[in-house]
């Protein structure tokens, strides 16, 4: 594995993570071993708080692989960032999870989020692809279209 020095650009940080992700899942049919290994890249990349995937199930996402302190198993639909990520289908991007209405508090750490909704070729959504931060603002539109080509690799 490539290691990427804290030093460098975000963009050059998320080229070196995208070889990563297409060198780990390319050939590998395994969604949950797909998984854990574009969380554990994302997550060690960065060094952010929290990594993870909350995954459709009837009208909740439930907890699926992660990185970082243990969290919350069950979202409600348009509950949070990630259930706001889910029923509006648009990734959510929150600079400071503290002032989000609604936000659900699973670690005293976060002060910033990503939700990304993952999607299957026909539309559909069966996750969402989540990332806490302890700085705040520190997701952006350059995170968002990175994270988004990174995940499209998941379908």
Not at 6 to 18: G, P
Not at 105 to 126: F, H, Q, T, Y
């Amino acid at each position: 594995m490539i290691e990427v020095e804290k030093t460098e650009s975000k963009s050059e940080q998320y080229r070196i993570l995208t070889k990563q992700v297409i060198s780990m899942v390319e050939g590998e049919s395994n969604a949950l071993a797909n998984m854990s290994n574009v969380c554990s890249l994302v997550h060690h990349s960065f060094g952010h708080h929290w990594t993870g995937f909350y995954l459709v199930e009837d009208d909740e996402l439930v907890l699926g692989p992660f990185q970082g302190p243990p969290a919350c198993t069950r979202i409600a639909k348009g509950k949070g960032v990630c259930g706001t990520a889910w029923s509006t289908g648009q990734t959510q991007i929150v600079a400071n999870v503290h002032e989000f209405e609604g936000h659900i508090a699973c670690s005293p750490e976060s002060n910033s989020e990503i939700a990304v909704p993952l999607r299957k070729s026909n539309g559909d959504i069966w996750g969402v692809f989540d990332i806490d931060s302890t700085e705040f603002g520190f997701f952006d539109e350059s995170d968002q279209s990175a994270l988004e080509s990174i995940l499209a690799f998941l379908q």
